[in-house]
């Protein structure tokens, strides 16, 4: 039956075409990573998420045994980093860590940027969140939130906060405070949280927002205050710490990570990275450490991610909004 021999004869040109295809994705997943693996992530160094994908890259290095090079490439809310990964080569050895920012403020912020995360990145897998906490230096006198806030109002335009890069998560949750409190408090932009706990040590800055991880040394000498953490509950290991909504109801506000291949990343690549890194967040003391800087491994689903990633797109729209009026 001729008809019925071309079409056995069609159908198996194409699945040996489609084999071909995966064929080099699979070859580079069997000898990944070849070399030093490069993640680029948009923050400096000392900052919270640079802290944590430095824990998560000492074990990656280890599983493959090949060293992993952090870069840090802070600017633009994101876009300078998120520009540079995009032109590297899809062979998994540059890598993103994208930051909750880059998902949520930057395609509101920046509308003609030419690179979308979601769109166009390979996503890889969810690293974790962290709460924002807002903090006090020890030397403003405050204990809680409410002092805190009553204390700006009454020193209506003269207190500051170190409120991260601008568009950033520190930024917005920042910006939300302001509004939430009704407060006259201005905001300075810093590229690295090191940077910013100089300042709040040295008398310049008087309010911090940050995660825990960023100022857990600040905090146990007892310079730097935490006064409420932006999460729904308190915290089963920082119990002692109020959370913002008891002062601002509906406040919650979190950092969240995730690792991102360039455009083009082989699916067989993309996903044997994937599992690597579901291994190395699976392990017991990777996780106990997380837990020590304030950061909570949130195993998610690509389809679960991408429902997450516009609840909080809905959550921070107002904020963003009110953001972007200075900002342009």
């Given amino acids: ?78 876009s300078v980093a998120i520009r540079a990964v995009a032109a590297q080569p899809p062979d ?13 403020a930057l395609p509101e912020l920046q509308a003609n940027f030419p690179v979308d995360v979601v769109r166009d990145y390979v996503p890889i897998g969810f690293v974790g969140e962290h709460p924002m906490v807002i903090a006090a230096s020890a030397d403003l006198g405050v204990n809680t939130l409410p002092e805190l806030v009553a204390l700006a109002k009454k020193r209506k335009g003269e207190l500051n906060v170190a409120a991260g890069n601008r568009g950033s998560i520190l930024h917005l949750t920042s910006e939300w405070f302001r509004i939430a409190g009704g407060l006259d408090v201005t905001l300075l932009h810093y590229p690295a949280a090191s940077q910013a706990i100089t300042d709040v040590l040295g008398g310049r800055v008087h309010i911090m927002v940050d995660a825990i991880t960023s100022m857990k040394g ?29 002062t601002f109801q509906g406040f919650e506000a979190m950092g969240w990570f995730a690792l991102m291949a ?67």
């Fill in 1 to 78: 039956m001729p008809g019925m021999n071309k079409a056995l004869t069609r159908r198996a040109l194409l699945a040996g075409g489609a084999a071909l295809a995966l064929a080099p994705g699979r070859a580079r997943a069997q000898g990944f990573p070849s070399g030093p693996v490069k993640i680029t992530v948009a923050v400096g160094p000392g900052s919270s998420p640079d802290v944590i994908l430095r824990v998560v890259g000492e074990h990656l290095s280890r599983l493959w045994g090949q060293q992993v090079v952090v870069i840090n490439q802070p600017g633009g809310a994101g």
């Fill in 92 to 104: 998994g050895l540059s890598l993103y860590m994208a930051l909750a920012s880059n998902f949520i």
């Fill in 218 to 246: 600040a905090i146990q000498s007892g310079k730097i205050k935490p006064l409420a953490v932006a999460a729904k509950k308190r915290l089963y290991n920082f119990p002692d710490l109020p959370v913002v909504a008891d």
């Fill in 262 to 328: 360039p455009p083009g990343t082989p699916a067989p690549l993309a996903k044997k990275i994937s599992d690597d890194l579901k291994t190395v967040l699976a392990r017991p003391e990777l996780q106990k450490r997380f837990e020590d800087l304030g950061t909570y491994i949130r195993p998610t689903t690509p389809e679960e991610l991408t429902s997450f990633i516009r609840e909080q797109q809905q959550i921070w729209r107002p904020v963003i909004a009110e953001t972007a009026k200075k900002i342009n």
